[in-house]
């Protein structure tokens, strides 16, 4: 008897090809944003409110001005959409050395998660309608971060 020829037809088992499944999730690497014309910091007047990738940001932003947590935990610059902050300008609060709470009286940049309830922690009056989304930036935003914006705080735009 000879079934050899069978047994090597079986093992040529043909995989189906995946790599079209593969290219999907590598749509919005970070490492894909140009070097060149990086955005301004955005500078909202006080009362309104912008967005601003941390990439793009001061390296001293690190905390959230809503909730207190850090907004690059354990030092990194989080995944995409949660690179995205808001940002504002305002009197910050501060405690004084006798625990008192005090209003500084210069105007400064405040920090916070993508997320309306951290905004409203520190500025009960946050309307979405006070968001800027800055013209720089829309270059430099992500299918992720399109669809955070919409789902977190129904913002809808175009680029
Ligand atoms: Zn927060």
Known sequence: MNNQAR???????VRPHESNITAIHDVSSPTTVPAMSIPAQPK???????????????NKVSRCYGCGEALKPGGSIPDPPDDLVVTTRLNRLYY???GQLQTSPRISSVYFHLNPQCVRAACPLFAVTSCQIPNDLVSFLSLQHQKALLERFGIAYVS
């Open 7 to 13: 047994t090597s037809r079986a093992e040529r088992h």
């Open 44 to 58: 909202p007047a006080p009362g309104l409110f912008m967005f601003g990738r941390l990439a793009f940001l001061d």
């Open 96 to 98: 004084n050395q006798d």
